[in-house]
T-cell receptor
Framework: NAGVTQTPKFQVLKTGQSMTLQCAQD?????MSWYRQDPGMGLRLIHY???????DQGEVPNGYNVSRSTTEDFPLRLLSAAPSQTSVYFC????????????FGPGTRLTVT | RKEVEQDPGPFNVPEGATVAFNCTYS??????FFWYRQDCRKEPKLLMS???SGNEDGRFTAQLNRASQYISLLIRDSKLSDSATYLC????????????FGTGTSLTVIP
């Protein structure tokens, strides 16, 4: 049981490049979400999904797209990277049957130059 | 106003000390409350949920005061391994379940 996996662990992009951060979970959780964590800001919700085919925006969605074609996978796409998107990105899945505990992936450290 | 506010610390305490962290939340419609622990350069992990009646897990005690919109975490007999950042998290139902994180309180336990 791997829990939540994220790839890559580290990434450096140039301004204007696009990329996809991968996230997968094997716990059959319906609810998944993407956060970014910046110093002094706490974790902020980018996008979330309540099930396959359903996604919605969180607090800071601009510059990011998501899709949810399967229960397991929830990729995050950066459309045109900007230095302001330098951050640590965490994917999480939520056990809605057990007091809403969130399980986080190990994170992706992204630097945009 | 931030959804969740925490004292960022840092808190530096000797082994064996008791330390308390506080957190306030701004939206009275918040439904569930949690403390997460985050080690340096790692992902957050659930420490404990917080219930209105208060709850205890070993050396950790969490309290919730809905009237004051205040959450606390008490750590007794601090261990070196308790050194981490503690995140206060609240959840409420909007179009989906949304979670709001405090910026975290840094704890270092000193030998």
């Amino acid at each position: 049981n791997a829990g939540v996996t994220q790839t890559p662990k580290f990434q450096v992009l140039k301004t204007g490049q696009s990329m996809t951060l991968q996230c997968a979970q094997d716990m059959n959780h319906e609810y998944m979400s993407w956060y970014r964590q910046d110093p002094g800001m706490g974790l902020r919700l980018i996008h979330y999904s309540v099930g396959a085919g359903i996604t919605d925006q969180g607090e800071v969605p601009n510059g990011y797209n998501v899709s949810r074609s399967t229960t397991e996978d929830f990729p995050l796409r950066l459309l045109s990277a900007a230095p302001s998107q330098t951050s640590v990105y965490f994917c999480a899945s939520t056990d809605r049957g057990n007091s809403y505990e969130q399980y986080f992936g190990p994170g992706t450290r992204l630097t945009v130059t | 106003r931030k959804e969740v506010e925490q004292d960022p610390g840092p808190f530096n305490v000797p082994e064996g000390a008791t330390v308390a962290f506080n957190c306030t939340y701004s939206n009275s419609a918040s439904q569930s409350f949690f403390w997460y622990r985050q080690d340096c350069r790692k992902e957050p992990k659930l420490l404990m949920s917080v219930y209105s009646s208060g709850n205890e897990d070993g050396r950790f005690t969490a309290q919730l005061n809905r009237a004051s919109q205040y959450i606390s975490l008490l750590i007794r007999d601090s261990k070196l391994s308790d050194s981490a950042t503690y995140l206060c998290v609240v959840q409420r139902q909007l179009t989906g379940n949304q979670f709001y994180f405090g910026t975290g309180t840094s704890l270092t336990v000193i030998p």
